[in-house]
């Protein structure tokens, strides 16, 4: 605690010192007219920044067509006018020096426009990647071949994102990355965090930004970065919305509905989505083990194939509110949930042989379960702005809740060579999790003399955790507890954090952004004993300091510099620190680690722009106490798969992304990243050394025929490469579709097919003690979509993003029942 009183009082007296050195600001006035020179009330008027046209503010113009921006820093600006039925137009570069009085602009003329244009619907046309100096962009409606697919499945062919075969999220060769949803994080990890990313429609996705190296203000959690994914939230005036219907048809058939609602009027905005999707999949995984004596020879042999069918229902919903009490504060609600039931059906068959390939028994393994995942969040949200000039004070409490059922049942049947049966062995699961998570934040940024700016922070979160693993075994014709395998574990956790970050352009070229996080980490362990086994409990409190320092240098028009450098923690999930064997098949065991320890990153990255079409990027990483699945021996045959420190990983990479203007007809954006992965340490009492790297490649292709026609072709893929003990195969993966616009823009059908050439199967092979091991997972990726769109409601100015919200990094690591 003594270390969290210090960071307060570090943060305070420096918000007290800057304070004091506040700016002489300016204001900026101006008037709207029309092409009668009559004045334009009610007009909507945006003061950008003159280097980038970013939006600082925006006003209406009195009754007078008057307008006034006050209290503005010292740089130069520009001033966006528009008004419903007359052309938009900008004013003048317009630089404000310290100490300047008032700027009078002079009237600003607005054209009418012709009322033929009434019926047309305007559809603007974003670029599918923007790269900006700390993030990459990704606009996921401007590619064809995402319409049907789900967010997992956009990110998976997103630049420098990579997803393995369990879908764990890599980003730029590491993984560790921390998931946000509108800038609240997701608080899941691993499958749990796949299967929601999973029900997840593209449909309901506007952005995607990919962050290698956050500022203090975010989390400082994820050793690799943060991905914040936007979902879609108009904010036009009047009623608006949209609908999507769509199928697709893989080895099976697949739905995905949904529909955006928005109205705003006044001081109220209204919105909600909901989206609903039915899913048949299949994943066939098929395994060879050869097991080695001490002399390299082989001892016996054991293959395995798996086919496992499931069904999924996705069911999310969206509803929130937005009311200004005044021009200076809003308040906000946000109402979010999913519901979403699976059902599995699994057949799976294992030879174990003798070192001559003959078969010594089979094992015929049956399984089922239906799973029942729910969801439910409310967030509230406030923003207080004091001034024209940057002033302002936002706060977030966020409570969420999660709970899972999942009803299993295992029948495993062994055979002699010749199908003649031996013995049955059956076992029923029922693992049900409730999960709780409460957090709290709040931000206050102060703008400073020229042009500097100070944000400060603070945010606590509480999380609880109830799993439970109860395990049932057929005796004497009644189902009894198997004490063995039943677990009952409880996991609290409690991070309290506290930041400051500092930005200034200190030259015209030059630019500096520095920040320090403090967090203070609390959590407590306890697994409940039976009448076979004890309690057992553990705890610990750890603090951290994380900087981060950026400099920019735009050189000329054409040539944008930067370097940044941050330290970061990544912290186990919290299931992956329960200690109990959890049954998967009969030769398969997961289990977690109470000793397992946070790992921290150092990341250094350069990069360079070139006229905005050609971005570098030269990145350096070094983690301690890196920890990651590993693959244990137990027994003779049976295979151990936890999560354990393996010791320092270093990687280091360089990636290029260019956009191509082609044609005028063609746009193509293509990005290529060589990543070098080296672990050294020990892993069950084993050395460990292993260093390689790998290519990734990324290309997408946008085809504008004309108005009404588009057309994508896009793929990606990936040469060799490690992650631990697993050696992974090249993968890759061509898509590719076609859209066109109906109804006079008002709505789209588009036609894309994924993977069209099967070629998603990831592949590797593990060697771990006296076991070599090879895999190869394939699964129903190959899938024609087709989708049609129609948006609705009178188009009106006033679009806008509402700001990010919620708590830190506690939502990405829950692992609920798999």
């Known amino acids: 605690m003594k270390k969290v009183r210090k960071g307060l009082v570090f943060i305070v007296m420096t918000l007290s010192l800057f304070t004091q050195a506040q700016t002489k600001t300016g204001s900026i006035k101006g008037s709207i007219l029309n092409a009668n020179n009559s004045s334009i009330p009610s007009a909507s008027v945006s ?27 010292p740089q130069k600006y520009l001033i966006l006018a528009t008004s419903v039925g007359h052309s938009s137009t900008y004013s003048r570069a317009i630089e404000m020096v310290d100490g300047d009085g008032p700027i009078q602009l002079e009237p600003m003329v607005l054209i009418g426009q012709s009322k033929d244009l009434k019926e047309v619907t305007v559809v603007s046309r974003k670029p599918m990647i923007e790269q900006k100096i700390d993030r990459t962009i990704i606009n996921v409606e401007a590619a064809v071949t995402n319409t049907g697919s789900s967010a997992l499945e956009v990110l998976e062919k997103s630049p420098g994102v990579q997803v393995d075969k369990d879908g764990n999220i890599s980003l730029k060769g590491k993984q560790g990355v921390i998931i946000l949803i509108d800038g609240r994080p997701s608080y899941l990890s691993g499958p749990e965090l796949a299967n929601m990313l999973k029900g997840m429609q593209a449909s309901q996705l506007e952005q995607i930004e990919i962050m290698t190296n956050p500022p203090a203000k975010y989390d400082a959690a994820g050793n690799s970065g943060v991905i914040n994914i936007k979902t879609k939230k108009n904010k036009a005036k009047g009623f608006n919305g949209s609908i999507t219907a769509g199928a697709g048809q893989g080895v099976y058939f697949k739905t995905n509905e949904s529909l955006s609602l928005n109205y705003r009027a006044g001081k109220v905005n209204l919105f909600s989505n909901y989206s609903f999707g039915r899913y ?13 004596n001490d002399d390299k020879s082989t001892r016996a042999i054991f293959e395995q194939t798996s086919l496992m069918l499931s069904s999924r229902m996705n069911n999310n919903l969206k509803i929130g509110m937005d009311y200004s ?4 504060t809003i308040l906000g609600i946000v109402v979010s949930g999913f519901y979403n039931p699976e059902a599995e059906h699994g057949n799976n068959t294992s030879y174990l042989k003798d070192p001559q390939s003959r078969v010594d028994s089979i094992v015929l393994a049956t399984s089922s379960s239906k799973e029942v995942w729910k969801n439910g969040s409310l967030n509230l949200n406030m923003r207080h702005q004091y001034d024209s000039a940057g002033r302002e004070l936002t706060a977030d409490v966020d409570i969420i809740k999660y709970n899972t059922t999942n009803d299993q049942d295992f029948m495993n049947t062994t055979f002699t060579p010749s199908w003649v049966k031996k013995y049955d062995e059956q076992l029923r699961g029922d693992l049900p999790i409730n999960i709780s998570i409460y957090s709290g934040k709040i931000d206050y940024t102060h703008p400073l003399k020229k042009g500097a700016r100070l944000e400060l922070g603070w945010k606590s979160s509480y999380v609880a955790t109830d799993s439970k693993a109860n395990y049932f075994e057929p005796v004497d014709g009644n189902w009894e507890t198997d004490y063995k395998r ?31 996080r403090f967090e203070n980490t609390n959590y407590r362990g306890f697994q409940y004993g039976n009448i076979q086994k004890p309690d057992s409990s553990f705890n610990k409190t750890y603090n951290g300091i994380f900087p981060t320092v950026y400099f920019s240098y735009a050189a ?7 370097i940044s450098f941050g330290r970061r923690i990544d912290r186990p999930a919290y299931q992956d620190l329960n200690p109990f064997l959890f049954f998967l098949d009969k030769y398969t065991y997961g289990q977690g680690n109470p000793y397992l320890k946070p790992q921290y990153s150092n990341n250094i990255e350069v990069s360079h722009i070139f006229k905005g079409l050609l971005t570098t990027t030269l990145n350096y990483s070094s983690t301690k106490n890196m920890f990651m699945e590993t693959f244990d021996q137990e027994g003779d045959y049976a ?7 393996i010791g320092r990983r270093e990687n280091a990479g360089i990636a290029i992304s260019a956009q191509v203007p082609v044609a005028k007809w063609l746009n193509s954006n293509l990005y290529a990243n060589y990543n070098y992965n080296k672990f050294t340490g020990s892993l069950h009492g084993e050395m460990l050394n292993i260093e ?52 006079k823009g008002k709505g ?61 990094d506690e939502q990405n690591r829950v692992k609920s029942g798999e």
């Open 47 to 73: 003061l950008l920044k003159a280097k980038d046209s970013s939006v600082l503010k925006i006003s209406v113009t009195d009754k007078s067509g008057k307008f006034e921006f006050e209290n503005l820093p």
């Open 486 to 516: 039943t677990n009952f574990f409880q996991y609290k956790e409690n991070i309290n954090a506290a930041y400051v970050n500092f930005n200034k352009q200190l030259t015209k070229k030059w630019g500096m952004q520095t920040g320090l």
């Open 556 to 562: 000329d028009k054409s040539n944008q510099f930067g």
């Open 325 to 328: 009490l005044d021009k200076k």
């Open 748 to 808: 789209s059908v588009r036609l894309n097919i994924r993977d069209i050439f099967y070629t998603q199967m990831p592949k590797g092979q593990i060697n771990f003690k006296s076991t070599e091991a090879s895999f190869i997972n394939k699964r129903d990726s190959r899938v024609a979509n087709l989708t049609f769109t129609y948006r609705f409601g009178k188009p009106l100015n006033g679009n806008g993003q509402r700001k990010k919200t919620g708590a830190s």
């Open 280 to 292: 048949n999949n299949f994943q066939e995984l098929s395994i060879y083990r050869r097991y080695r």
């Open 639 to 645: 295979t151990i798969v936890r999560r354990g420190n």
């Open 692 to 743: 390689a790297g790998n290519l990734t490649f990324n290309m997408n292709n946008q085809f504008r025929f004309n108005k009404i026609w588009s057309a994508e072709i896009s793929g990606w893929y990936r040469t060799r490469g490690i992650e631990g003990q697993i050696d992974l195969k090249p993968m890759g993966a061509l898509s590719a579709g076609i859209s066109k616009q109906v109804f």
